[in-house]
């Protein structure tokens, strides 16, 4: 899809993902490495698949480099300054991207930041963990993934605004913001006048009520949503009907009405008791079950049920295996394209590059441009709205692909959001209500999914209002669609019926585990997502079940991958007139985050799980308890300068002779955590077998660790907060 494009990355470990889904959509990624190269690790392996290395020893090889480029990513990791300014002097095309923590303003500019510092500025952080122990990050680093996946959408929205204006531009991308979407709907309590979200491990607490989704199985954990409405209160009727017949529900239980049982709460007529009770049949029930035997079931009866996947049992997904998502690099599976592009089909990224292995001919090249220069359109069809004119019929609901229409709204492209009175999103109903007046046109959720669209009101069940649908489809540049795998075909709504009347059209279906594949079927939302990919399990505490990122991690995460995809077909659109159908599974896209783990998994047998907010590189490093009441600060400590700085500030300068794991810890070679931030990359190499320090576990800290006399100082014990009162 992006053929035409060069790209040219400047970034370093933090960063490379945002290459790397470039390279996935067809664009010529060039790599710029030190002399020397990387380090190379599981990071390299997993987001510098199929680009081009290039090595350079100065600012003036990087100019060279620009001069031929259509974008530059960038997030000062160069081992020397990098004048993006002046390569748009030189090239008034060039799209330069700056990805860096806190954006290039305001008054954190020049402040570092790690994976759990972003987390914790977020909002994510806070609402992520069990309620008696400090707020927990994903154990497998994630923030500047979404750093990445941002800069990659802001690169090709450029790209649309440069084929209308003729002119490239600058993109000043914040990490910080765009982890802020993970936290949805949480970060919009308080403005709204509700009480903030509580984090609470395994459920979702709604004041006095706490509806648990997590429970031990035979041989793990599973989810089990239990919740109201005319959408699921039919799906738990249908799952305690297999409950009752195995003898773990009773005829009362049964019987209740679960479509308005959330209103009979409110009036009185029901009890919070009722529902803590069934939550105690549900785990006596789940402990009878195994995994496997839970998910048929699901799939069966179309029940809101999933497993809690580790790592091991992604990789020996069915669905995946089926759907051919791995790609085979060199005997490992690596995840594979984001999304299934019916005319232009994603090719298979080779293995990662040599360090300057491209670098002869790519020089070779000299300084031809690529045949991408755009041509810009007539002056009254020109906007400073990079998509308008971009006409979108937006047939999703819930969270996840409404959430890619609404960056579409925001960059200026008209989306009509059809919706049906007799079955209203179920944003209306959840997730919070402006000044808790339980309306559905209160529904903060709802207005900040579907911000800057208009609406229709259509009952899809008529044949009338489907004719509506395909005069939308003429309309259209853009259909996009969210219900279950075959809905569409069935109302005779499917790709080849509405390209019967728009040839043109580029329509994106997307759900959770794609249109095709014996899990298609499945019925779920962002939350189990998340659960299938692997995050459930690698969120927690060692000792304790997993705890889960907060809410719907993989609704927050996906839009951007499906963004990625719907741009590059609409700029393969503009230049040869094709549409084409996208299959976009949300469970795949979020796979691609968790790429470093899964590959070392596979080289090692090392399966990374929850480990609380341990870390790899750095100690200290957690949350720890501030004055007030469940208020916390994040402190990462990177290496010995920082440590001492920290000791300092603590007033313990005693402990500021002693050495960080920076200095004494030692990793493999090959490792999937980051550089430091803000600084020349540096790896510390493997010690000598003799010289490793034997292994011991800090009660409470979650897996082994390699301790310095720093870990000893500043304990990573949850319940351990010796050095921070004052």
Known sequence: MLGPYRVLDLTDERCWFAGNLLAQLGADVVLAEPPGGWPRGYSHDAYNRGKRSVTVASAADVAALAATADIVLHNDGTLFEIDLAAMRESNDQLITVHITPWGETGPKADWQADDLVLFASSGQLAVTGDSDRPPVRISIPQAWLHGCAQAAVAALVALEHRARMGRGQHIDLSTQQAVCETALSAILYAPAGLAEVQREAGGVRFGDLMLRTIYPCKDGYIIVTVAFGPMIGPMVR?????????????????????????????????????????????????????????????????????????????????????????????????????VLAGATPLHILGPAPDAGQHTAEVIAAGDARLASAPQPLSADARTDKPLAGLKVADLSWVAAAPLATKILAHWGATVVRVETQNRPCLLRGALGHRDDVPDQENAIAWHSTNANKMTISLNLSKPEARDVVRDLAAWADVVVESFTPGTMAAWGLGYDDLRDVNPELVMVSSCVMGQTGPFRQFAGFGNMAASIAGFFDITGWADRGPAGPYLAYTDYCSPRFTVCALLAA??????????????????????????????????????????????????????????????????????????????????????????????????????CSATTPNASPSWPSPRPSSERVPPTTDPGSGPETCPSPATRAFSTNPQDTRFLTS
């Open 238 to 338: 249908r799952f305690l009907t297999w409950m009752h017949a195995e003898g773990f529900c009773d005829d009362d239980t049964l019987n209740k009405d679960w479509v308005n049982f959330a209103l009979q709460l409110q009036t009185g007529e029901e009890s919070i008791d009722v529902i803590e009770g069934l939550m105690d049949d549900i785990a006596r029930f789940c402990l009878t079950k195994t995994k496997a035997e839970m998910i048929e079931r699901g799939l069966q009866d179309s029940l809101l049920i999933c497993p809690v996947n580790t790592l091991q049992d992604v990789l020996d997904s069915p669905q995946l295996a089926d759907r051919n998502f791995w790609d085979d690099v060199d005997g490992a599976r690596m995840p594979g394209r984001l």
């Open 570 to 671: 609409l700029d393969h659109r503009r230049r040869t007139g094709e549409g084409q159908h996208l299959d976009f599974s949300q469970m795949e896209a979020a796979v691609h985050l968790l790429a470093p783990a899964i590959a070392e998994l596979q080289d090692t047998g090392d399966m990374r799980s929850r480990r609380g907010n341990d870390d790899d590189q750095m100690v200290p490093h957690g949350a720890y308890p501030t004055a007030g009441d469940d208020e916390w600060i994040a402190i990462s400590v990177e290496d010995d300068e920082q440590w001492r700085s920290l000791a300092t500030e603590m007033r313990q300068e005693d402990l500021a002779v002693l050495d960080t794991a920076a200095s004494t810890r030692w990793k493999s070679s090959k490792t």
